[in-house]
């Protein structure tokens, strides 16, 4: 097989190592409140990133059994304030304190979280807050699977007694006959003394979904200050729900919540209308919880295209800007005072249903930069294969298949879902270099097929879980219809449309332009037996990455156990690691006594179906290196 090329650059933009260092903690799970995966740090720059070495590994263990698991989790580094430990949570839970320079165990806290059902079990990470309280001043808290907020003693990782009954709180939406209908991945954001807690609901398998509620936790006492409804007045639906990470502006006083999409996502007869809140970025007032503006990406949700990721907080000529990225591949910049575009949106005419009842918005928002980051033209003649017998029955399967473009509803007939649920992208989001204003963010460019298949309204529940290369079917209960959805694959198992299938793109948000493009992934170690050399084809993939002012974006987030450094100018890779498993988690960068760290958790996730583990791995540079 020949590799796949990267496409042609773009004329590379300056970007010259800085001076000094803002922070050598990492006291957010994007790095900042507003999610920009940015660092100070220029220790480890473009000149030096080759000679990193893995320096620390700490295993976490799994107390979740049989449950699948997926390792997402960004660990922090605490100020010295706070004990100045590496904590991060395991995707059973629990929440760990390391050394940050030897990766030695601190503290273990374990709050035996309700993990029946059949959610996956995972967790991004926790969140840091500093209080007036002085019995527990340092807090750790965690938004549980299960739908408690823990709140830790940052030092010692004891329960802060006086928060909630005995360091504890429930959230809404926890039922003991179903524990993972609604749980929590992301970490709460933190704002004006107060944690803002989303949720992550079970929203495809119900027409009538738990609701998505957000919470307003005061981090002292725990009380509840306000709650969030996204679906005001919609009574036959649910989710609607904030599961990617939160954003907020302390200045503007506002909080920034990517909403989903309302249940069941394939199905929208018993929920009319766009469902406004829904698929949208939702500003609240922070201290009231009432909107103060909503810019929705997708009207009347029948595709899964939550928001997936965690809007950036920026500055643009003076503007105070918001960059919310989409499964559809767009990027909407806005002004995060007003929810107005800074490109112009244009609302442009798509297909009808033809599911009786069903009322699609006849138009759906597309802004006009930048351009849409992956290309969802896929005609029978652009086929793939490695063989002429592989590529034909791709072409066959196109010919049959129903496509009038991104926004095509599904029927009872097989339907292109390009892209799918898993994007575009995904909650891994995006890295912002400081004061260029220059977006780099990987991508999913893999085709799906959808059809509705006519089944009773009062059938139980089922939930086919994902797994690479197969397809799942789940049962919307209450309506005509369950959803089955595959992979748009040949007979080798190989995706119809070209490489590459996984994509790292620059995006300028000053100019909207695309400054450079370049495969993720090889699919080497995807192949029967694993190959000694990579193939650049690109992968699916789930996490993110981050920039660092010495001009390098690392990532792992591929389905070929590789964390890769880039430089940020060209997208060229410098240099390369071999992960004990799949890197499906953010990296993270801090500097202790005096030296620089890199540090991801590499843990695999279960929709991969390959090899886990479940090792936090960091690397530094040689410590006589200049």
Not at 141 to 147: F, G, K, Q, T, Y
Not at 213 to 227: F, L, N, T
Not at 560 to 575: K, M, N, P
Request: proline share 9%.
């Amino acid at each position: 097989m020949a590799a796949c090329s990267a496409e042609p650059l773009k004329p590379v933009f300056d970007y010259t190592v800085t001076e000094g260092v803002n922070s050598a903690d990492w006291l957010h799970y994007g790095g900042d409140p507003g999610g920009r995966h940015f660092s100070r740090l220029t220790q480890i720059h473009r000149e030096n990133v080759g000679q990193l070495r893995e320096v620390w590994r700490y295993h976490y263990g799994n107390s979740a059994g049989e449950q699948a698991i997926s390792a997402q989790a960004t660990p922090l580094k605490l100020p010295a304030a706070a004990g100045g430990g590496l904590v991060f949570c395991a995707p059973d839970n629990r929440v760990m304190a390391l050394d940050p320079a030897t990766g030695a165990e601190r503290w273990v806290f374990d709050g035996r979280v309700d993990s029946r059902g059949e959610r996956p079990m995972r967790c991004r990470g926790v969140s840091y807050v500093a209080t007036s309280d002085s019995t527990c001043p340092h807090r750790v808290l965690l938004a549980s699977h299960d739908r408690r907020l823990f709140a830790l003693n940052a030092h010692t990782g004891l329960a802060c007694q006086n928060f909630g009954q005995q360091g504890q709180v429930s959230l809404h939406g926890y039922n003991p006959d179903d524990p993972a209908a609604v749980s929590n991945a992301s970490p709460p954001a933190i704002i004006n003394g107060l944690a803002i807690v989303g949720s992550t609901v079970v929203d495809f398998a119900r027409a009538r979904a738990p609701r998505g509620i957000v919470q307003a936790i005061d981090v002292v006492s725990g009380e509840e200050r306000w709650r969030f409804d996204p679906l005001q007045g919609e009574v036959n639906t649910g989710g609607a729900n904030v599961w990617a990470p939160i954003s907020v502006d302390a200045a503007l006083g506002l909080v920034y919540l990517p909403t989903s999409a309302p249940s069941p996502d394939y199905y929208g007869v018993l929920r009319p209308g766009d469902n406004a809140y829904a698929n949208a970025v939702v500003a609240l007032n922070v201290e009231s919880g009432e909107v103060v503006w909503h810019f929705q990406h997708v009207h009347h949700d029948l595709w899964d295209f939550d928001s997936p990721a965690q809007p950036i907080l920026f500055e643009r000529d003076g503007v105070p800007a918001l960059a919310q990225l989409t499964k559809q591949g767009f990027v909407f910049v806005l002004d995060r005072r007003t929810g107005e575009p800074l490109f112009p949106v244009l609302e442009q005419p798509v297909p009808a249903s033809s599911i009786a009842g069903e009322r699609p918005s006849p138009k759906q928002p597309r802004p006009t930069a930048p351009e849409q980051l992956i290309d969802p033209f896929l005609p029978p003649s652009k086929a793939f294969g490695v063989t002429p017998f592989d590529r034909q029955d791709c072409r066959k399967q196109l010919e049959d298949i129903v496509d009038l473009g991104l926004f095509t509803p599904l029927s009872e007939k097989p339907t292109l879902m390009f892209p799918g649920s898993l994007g575009g992208a995904n909650w891994g989001g995006g890295a912002m270099l400081d004061q260029r204003n220059i977006l780099i963010t990987n991508v999913n460019n893999v085709p799906f097929v959808g059809r509705l298949i006519p089944q009773h309204a009062s059938d139980s529940v089922a939930i086919e879980q994902p797994k690479a290369g197969r397809g799942m079917t789940v049962t919307m209960q209450d309506t005509p219809y369950r959803v089955e959805i595959k992979p748009l694959q040949s007979m080798l198992g190989i995706p119809c449309n070209p490489p590459p299938w996984g994509k790292l793109l620059a995006v300028d948000l000053n100019s909207g332009q695309i400054l450079w493009r370049q495969p993720l992934g090889s699919v080497h170690d995807m192949a029967p037996v694993p190959l000694p050399f990579e193939i650049a084809w690109g992968t699916p993939n789930l996490g993110g990455g981050i920039a660092t002012a010495g001009g390098v974006y690392f990532i792992a987030a591929s389905m070929d156990r590789t964390l890769r450094a880039f430089d940020v100018r060209s997208g060229e890779v410098l240099w390369r690691s071999t992960l004990p498993a799949d890197g499906t988690a953010t990296p993270m960068t801090y500097s202790e006594k005096g030296r620089q760290y890199i540090v991801i958790n590499a843990g695999g996730h279960h929709m991969f179906g390959r090899k886990q583990s479940d090792a936090i791995v960091a690397y530094a540079l040689p410590e006589m290196t200049p």
